[in-house]
C-alpha cells in the first residue's frame, strides 16, 4: 500500500474567528483539517464586537447562524461629532452585536461538529519543507493556513512579511450593564480618536474606543465626549478595560508554495470600520473554493477584491480622524443631507457598487464640504 503523501489536506495554524472559518470552509469542501492554537477556548480580543449585516451573509454561507438570544441585533450606524449627527439603517437587514468570546464558543462547536480536528494548547513551532512542525514532530499538509493575527509568525516564516509602512492606533474595550439606549452602532468621534457604542445584549453594551495616541485611554475620550457621558449615567463598568494595537498593513502577496495566509495575517485595515470579522468570514470561502480549483492565485486575487472597499472606507475615515477640518465638514454634509450618509453605507456594506454613487454623489457631497 502506497505511503499517504498527506497527513492532513489544510493545517490551520490559530484558533481565533478567522482560523475556526476558514477551518470550516475546508471542511465543508471536503478536505481533512487540522487546526492547532497554543490557546484554550473561548478566545477573546479586544475588538467593537459588532458583525456587518455582510458578514452574517459570509457566516451564513459556511453554515454558521448566530441566534438572536446569544446577541443583540442593530440595525445600522449613527455618527455623532461636532455638534451634528446622522444616521442611516442597512439595506440587507441587522448586524448583531455579540460577545466576542460568544462568537468564539460557537464557532468552536460548530467546527467540531463538521469534523474539524482541533489542537487547543499545542503551539505549532515553524514551518519546513512544506511540513508544521508541531510539538517536535512535523505535520505533511496539502495546504498550510496562516490564520495567527496581526503578529503572524506564519507570515514570517513563509517570507510574506512586507516592508512597507503601517498606521498603527491603539483601541480599548469595557462593557457596562446597561439597556441599549439606541437601535445603531454608535461612532462619536472626538479630537483625540472614535468611541464606539454596539448593543450586545437587553442589558449590556459594548464600548470600545480607537486612538493615534498611545497613552489616551477610554476614560480620556469619554471625558471628551458630553452627550455619550449623559447616555452612560451612572453605569458602572462591567468588565475591566482591555487593549489590543489597530494597524493598516497591505501586503504585496498572501501565499507562498503551499503557505497562504488569512484574516489579519493576510494584511488588515484600521478597525475604524468595523469589517475585520466581515472581510475574514469572505476570505474562508473564497480560499476553500481555491482548494477545490487547487488555484492559490484565484484566492489572491479574491483576496484583493474582498479588501478594496474597506481600505477605501478606511482611507476616508482615518483621514477624518487626522484632520478637524475635514471631520466638521464631513459629519455636517453628511447631516444636511442624510441621503448621502445611506449611500455611503450601503456602499460599505456591499449593497450597492460604489459606482452607484456616481458623480450626482460625489458632487452634492463635494458642495457640502464647501458649504460647511
Excluded at 490551520?12 to 475556526?20: D, E, K, N, S
Excluded at 448593543?199 to 497613552?215: D, F, H, L
Excluded at 463598568?237 to 497562504?260: D, I
Excluded at 477605501?312 to 480622524?321: F, G, P, R, V
Aim: glycine residues 12%.
Amino acid at each position: 500500500m502506497a505511503q499517504r503523501r498527506w497527513d492532513t489536506d489544510v493545517f490551520v495554524v490559530g484558533g481565533g474567528p478567522a482560523g475556526l472559518a476558514a477551518a470550516i470552509a475546508a471542511r465543508q469542501a471536503g478536505f481533512s483539517v487540522t487546526l492547532a492554537d497554543a490557546a484554550r477556548p473561548p478566545i477573546d480580543k479586544t475588538c467593537g464586537e459588532g458583525i456587518m449585516p455582510d458578514g452574517l451573509l459570509a457566516l451564513e454561507k459556511l453554515g454558521v447562524s448566530l441566534p438572536l438570544q446569544q446577541g443583540f441585533p442593530f440595525h445600522g450606524i449613527r455618527f455623532v461629532g461636532s455638534g451634528r449627527n446622522v444616521a442611516s439603517n442597512f439595506i440587507q437587514g441587522p448586524g448583531l452585536g455579540v460577545r466576542r468570546t460568544t462568537l468564539h464558543g460557537i464557532l468552536v462547536e460548530h467546527a467540531q461538529e463538521v469534523g474539524v480536528d482541533l489542537r487547543w494548547g499545542t503551539r505549532v513551532s515553524g514551518i519546513a519543507n512544506g511540513a508544521v512542525q508541531l510539538e517536535g514532530k512535523d505535520v505533511r499538509a496539502r495546504w498550510i493556513i496562516g490564520a495567527d493575527g496581526e503578529n503572524s509568525r506564519v507570515r514570517r516564516w513563509a517570507g510574506l512579511d512586507s516592508v512597507d509602512p503601517k498606521i498603527r492606533r491603539y483601541g480599548f474595550r469595557r462593557h457596562y450593564k446597561i439597556a441599549p439606549w439606541s437601535p445603531y452602532v454608535e461612532v462619536y468621534w472626538t479630537e483625540r480618536g472614535q468611541i464606539y457604542v454596539t448593543p450586545i445584549g437587553a442589558q449590556e453594551v459594548c464600548v470600545a474606543m480607537i486612538s493615534r495616541y498611545t497613552k489616551v485611554r477610554l476614560d480620556d475620550l469619554l471625558a471628551e465626549c458630553a452627550e455619550f457621558r449623559d447616555h452612560l449615567g451612572g453605569a458602572a463598568p462591567a468588565t475591566r478595560e482591555l487593549g489590543a494595537v489597530s494597524s493598516t498593513r497591505l501586503l504585496p502577496a498572501v501565499y507562498s508554495g503551499n503557505c497562504v495566509l488569512m484574516g489579519e495575517a493576510s494584511g488588515s485595515v484600521d478597525a475604524i470600520t468595523g469589517d475585520g470579522l466581515s472581510m475574514a468570514f469572505q476570505q474562508a470561502s473564497a480560499l476553500a473554493q481555491a482548494f477545490q480549483n487547487d488555484d492559490l492565485d484565484s484566492y489572491q486575487r479574491a483576496h484583493r477584491r474582498i479588501r478594496k472597499l474597506p481600505r477605501m472606507m478606511s482611507s476616508l475615515m482615518l483621514l477624518m480622524d487626522a484632520h478637524p477640518w475635514l471631520r466638521r465638514r464631513s459629519l455636517h454634509a453628511m447631516s444636511s443631507d442624510p441621503k448621502l450618509f445611506d449611500q455611503m453605507l450601503a456602499i460599505h456594506t456591499g449593497a450597492i457598487n460604489p459606482l452607484a454613487f456616481g458623480v450626482q454623489g460625489t458632487l452634492s457631497f463635494g458642495w457640502g464640504l464647501l458649504t460647511a
